[in-house]
């Protein structure tokens, strides 16, 4: 395969996995049937997101991509995890600002990270086999494509263990990073994938509720009934795979996952790494990629890691990273003055001064690196949507307090 299509595979990964978390949040936890049918991006959701906003599927995905990169291809599972907790904390690589949003077992998993220093903190009942593990994993099959896929197979597993160490999760992080490897380089057709039971990609000793997934004889199953974007990894990819099978084209299948509502942004995630790898980049609507928040940093991720997997240097992205580190810790100094305290805003006009402030600074950089502009466009967002809140909150009747005269 050429490279060039091999790069857009990794393109169509990574942006893919951003695409659908974005797609599906304007409709998350929603019945479907109970929203006007999705077709592109759209405000709304859970958390009132704007288009092109993601949520933490997206937001850990590139935590795990950052690590790698800032690692030279390294798996540092100490590192992840700090990136983990500092996307808790303080709101690292969300589309808002703030962590709005994380799953009780990947929770659990870096509070035990926290205090016992174990990497492979997370829970190993059953019942830790959320779709928390599968919903970030693009970078680590990225990683490996070009490199050894057992051991490839492995880092997926172990991935999953960080915080959800049910068999059910580290089975289906095995079976999913297969699939996207033998896509991202070429070795696997779709009819193939449908074709072959999990020991075709060197998958094996699996449960009887993963193996069952390939080949999964999915046009026997329908939606609703047999299908549905369900929290629980085994049924989030398989809702993802049926989704794949029922179509021919990205759009299409990403759109038929949103639309059947509830888990819809991660299931959508995982679709949209699995198809995303398969079709490549061009295939995804250049308006979808054009309104993803920080869409230039999502590429730029995906580049460094198919420098890396290719063993090439990496270097060319290190301006871009430094500068948007840096709009990150300014826009959160602002964030900030939105919690109670001496320095908390008062009024509209005190946030758009600093907001003003912040977009000059920032503006005066795109000579620098010319692709900030992406970066502010994707901050102005955050801005928006924080504005929104502070407007409703300043022209909130306040109540009087006083003691009775008598």
């Known amino acids: 395969m050429a490279e060039d299509n091999v790069q857009r595979k990794y393109l169509g990964c990574l942006l893919g996995l951003a695409v659908g978390d974005a797609l599906g949040a304007a409709v998350e936890c929603m019945p479907a049937g109970s929203f006007e049918r999705v077709e592109g991006m759209r405000d709304g959701g859970k958390y009132g997101l704007l288009p092109g906003q993601w949520t933490d599927d997206t937001s850990l995905a590139l935590c795990m991509a950052e690590s790698i990169i800032e690692n030279q291809g390294e798996l540092v599972y100490d590192d992840i995890h700090h990136k983990f907790r500092e996307y808790y904390e303080r709101g690292h690589l969300t589309s808002t600002g703030e962590c709005f949003d994380i799953g009780k077992c990947t929770l659990q998993g870096m509070n035990k990270y926290k205090s016992t220093k174990e990497v492979f ?25 070009k490199k050894d896929h057992a051991e490839g197979i492995n880092r997926c597993a172990e991935s999953s263990k960080l915080t959800h160490g049910g068999r059910f999760a580290v089975q289906c992080c095995q079976l999913q990073g297969s699939i996207i490897m033998k896509f991202l380089n070429g070795s696997l057709s779709k009819e193939e994938l449908f074709s072959n039971g999990p020991e075709a990609l060197g998958v094996a000793d699996l449960s009887d ?11 026997d199953k329908t939606f609703p009934g047999d299908i ?95 500068l948007f580190n840096e709009m990150e810790f300014s826009y959160g100094e602002i964030y900030r003055r939105f919690s109670p305290g001496p320095r908390m805003y008062s009024s509209v006009s005190q946030f758009d001064s600093d907001v003003e402030a912040f977009k000059e600074t920032y503006s005066n950089k795109v000579e620098e690196e010319p692709r900030i502009h992406n970066i502010l466009q994707g901050f102005e967002k955050g801005f928006n949507k924080a504005r929104k809140t502070l407007e409703q909150r300043c022209n909130r009747p306040k109540l009087a307090f006083g003691f009775p005269k008598k």
């Open 121 to 145: 903190s997370g829970g190993t009942e059953d019942y830790c086999s959320g779709n928390g593990s599968i919903m970030r994993l693009a970078p680590i099959p990225m990683l490996f494509a």
């Open 209 to 219: 509720e993963v193996s069952c997934l390939l080949p999964g004889n999915y046009g």
């Open 228 to 322: 549905v974007n369900s929290g629980f990894s085994v049924k989030a990819l398989e809702a993802a795979l049926w989704a794949f099978f029922h179509t021919e084209d990205f759009s299409s299948g990403v759109l038929k996952v949103v639309n059947m509502g509830d888990d819809a942004d991660t299931v959508a995630a995982i679709y949209g790494q699995i198809a995303g790898a398969y079709y490549g980049v061009q295939a995804i609507p250049q308006d979808w990629i054009d309104t993803i928040s920080y869409r230039v940093l999502i590429e730029a991720n995906a580049s460094d890691i198919y420098a890396l997997a290719s063993g090439q240097s990496i270097g060319e992205n290190k301006t871009l990273y430094s």
